[in-house]
């Protein structure tokens, strides 16, 4: 690796981190603006335990000075504070059970639709304007245009309570077979549908007609250099697919009942736990920003004639 590589790599980090501390520092202070409390909803709270509790989690101080104690925490000493509603538990240990669910969750789904998408986008490619080409788009067409949660509510009616083939809890054993799919087959059907256009694209390169010219095996030229190249929009796109799912799909995880980090955001939210706010949108910032920059260093991987600059 280059010098000039090793300095964008470099800078990349340099503008993750500034990029992660901009979305801390506005989730930070649009979090406390909005009208309410955590203990607010707290029954039969007098003034005074109310301003116990405050002072006990130190949100009686001035918001400058939690926003830097705040700060301070995270980078000395990687401490996201104590959860304001599941008592005794710190927001590391929620966020780390939901995320492992989570990661289960994601990771599976995303390599299903990473593998289906890449075959059924290249079979679509190279029988273009065929049957199995016009299948294969319209079901992908379906499948982006029908939101998560109509999908989810589908799979559940058919396979959980007509069928009775699988759990509807995802609790359950094999109960995140159902939210995988929910959550694979959009992203599936891009990734079909990029990789059909980016084939047919290297497929019409003067290179590809020069390596048939030569007499290169059909097998040789499909797999060694038309979908190698084909590979590069996907990867755009596969990155921050990748950490998004692996947090965990909100509407998914309600629907199947899946305990995984989504769930954890959307009751952070509703309670005001402020600290497990922070916690999760630091979490999904970090993850989508990493996988960013992972996908562009991969470029180079993919494709040798990319400079990283």
């Given at each position: ?9 470099l800078?990349?980090?340099l ?54 104690t705040?700060l301070s ?21 929620v ?12 990771l599976?789904?995303a ?6 998408g ?11 304007n065929k ?6 788009m319209?079901?992908?067409?379906a ?10 509510t ?7 309570i ?28 891009n ?80 309670d ?36 990283l600059?």
């Amino acid at each position: 690796m280059n010098s000039k590589s090793l300095f964008y790599i470099l800078k990349r980090i340099l503008l993750a981190i500034l990029t992660v501390w901009i979305v801390v520092t506005i989730t930070f202070f649009v979090s406390r603006a909005v009208p309410g409390g955590p203990f607010a909803s707290e029954k039969a709270i007098t003034p005074a335990t109310k301003a116990a509790l405050e002072a006990k989690y130190g949100l009686d101080k001035p918001l400058m000075e939690q926003y830097t104690t705040y700060l301070s925490d995270i980078v000395t000493e990687f401490d996201f504070g104590p959860s304001l509603k599941n008592r005794g538990r710190d927001v590391i240990d929620v966020i780390g059970d939901g995320l492992e669910t989570s990661a289960q969750l994601g990771l599976s789904a995303a390599a299903i639709a990473l593998v289906v998408g890449v075959v059924l986008g290249a079979v679509a490619a190279l029988r273009r304007n065929k049957l199995i080409d016009r299948i294969v788009m319209v079901f992908t067409t379906a499948c982006i245009s029908m939101p998560s949660f109509i999908m989810g509510t589908l799979l559940l009616i058919l396979f959980a309570i007509t069928w009775h083939i699988l759990p509807a809890n995802g609790n359950a054993d094999g109960g995140l077979i159902l939210p995988i799919i929910t959550l694979s087959l959009s992203p599936m059907a891009n990734i079909t549908r990029l990789t059909r256009s980016s084939m047919l694209d290297v497929l019409g390169q003067d290179y590809i007609r020069t390596a048939k010219a030569k007499g290169v095996s059909g097998v040789k030229i499909i797999f060694g250099h038309a979908l190698k190249n084909a590979l590069i929009p996907v990867i755009t796109y596969f990155g921050p697919m990748l950490a998004y799912i692996v947090t965990g799909s909100l509407v998914v995880e309600k629907i199947f009942a899946v305990p995984g980090i989504g769930r954890t955001f959307v009751s952070s939210i509703t309670d005001r736990d402020y600290p497990m706010i922070m916690g999760t949108t630091i979490v999904l910032a970090s993850l989508i920003v990493i996988m960013n920059m992972v996908s562009d260093i991969l470029y180079k991987v993919v494709d040798p004639r990319i400079t990283l600059e």
